[in-house]
């Protein structure tokens, strides 16, 4: 049974930061394209940033240069580093694997970030 566990977010001032980490389970995360996901009130979910089972990494254009994807094999762990954060980036983020910038699985329960003075 594919299981996502994500946990770090919080309310955080305007230019503050978070670390964001998704525990996955059930499935060959070695193997797996892994991603970010975001979705607003109101808002359909989009994705963030992903990472290739190699490395490669892509952001979508609105958190380059401040947010930052990793993954952790060893601990099918994808982690996401969120700094100088806007209030427009205020939403729940989930975790997924992906394929063709499609997500693969169920969404876990996600992880509440605000961002707010």
């Known amino acids: 049974q594919v299981q996502f566990v994500e946990s770090g977010g919080g309310l955080v001032q305007p230019g503050g930061s978070l670390r964001l980490s998704c525990a996955a389970s059930g499935f060959t995360f070695s193997s797996h394209y892994m991603s970010w996901y975001r979705q607003a009130p109101g808002n359909q979910r989009e994705l963030v940033a992903k990472?290739?089972?190699?490395?490669?990494?892509n952001y979508v254009d609105s958190v380059k240069g401040r947010f930052t994807i990793s993954r952790d094999n060893a601990k099918n762990t994808v982690y996401l580093q969120m700094n100088s954060l806007k209030p427009e980036d205020t939403a729940v983020y989930y975790c997924n694997a992906l394929i063709l910038d499609s997500p693969l699985y169920n969404w876990g329960q996600g992880t509440q970030v605000t961002v707010s003075s």
């Open positions: 990472i290739s089972s190699g490395g490669m990494i």
